[in-house]
């Protein structure tokens, strides 16, 4: 056991445990009370990931379960976790130059120096 803080693999104490039932240590030097190994709910990131990966790729939900030995549904929550989180589509090319073009306009009009 390794102290996160001040790096001691020495005097590492057992400190009960906290709620979600990780084991607790204390380290014996600076006293930080820390957990090792915090309990993984549900599956590793690695393997979220990779079924998303897969899924691009374009692999079905179920085959990705085969495969990873996972629930086809839980790979299906992954998914759209993960297309929640992605910033939304890039805009045409002309859409973006014409806000570009307005947007220079109103720099232009407010006569301040930029900062960009
Ligand atoms: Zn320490």
């Not at 709910?41 to 990705?64: C, D």
Request: hydrophobic share 30%; glycine share 6%.
């Amino acid at each position: 056991m390794k102290c996160p803080k001040c790096q001691a693999n020495w005097k590492q104490y057992k400190a009960g445990f906290n709620p979600s039932g990780s084991q607790h240590y204390r380290c014996g030097e600076c006293n930080r009370v820390y957990t090792p190994k915090p309990i993984q709910q549900g599956y590793p990131e690695e393997t979220r990931l990779l079924a998303i990966r897969m899924y691009v790729e374009g692999s079905s939900f179920g085959s990705i379960g085969r495969v990873l030995k996972v629930n086809p549904q839980s790979v299906a929550n992954w998914v759209s976790q993960y297309t929640a989180k992605l910033p939304n589509a890039p805009m045409p090319a002309k859409v973006k130059k014409a806000e570009l073009d307005e947007l220079y306009t109103f720099v232009g009009k407010k006569k301040t120096k930029s900062t960009f």
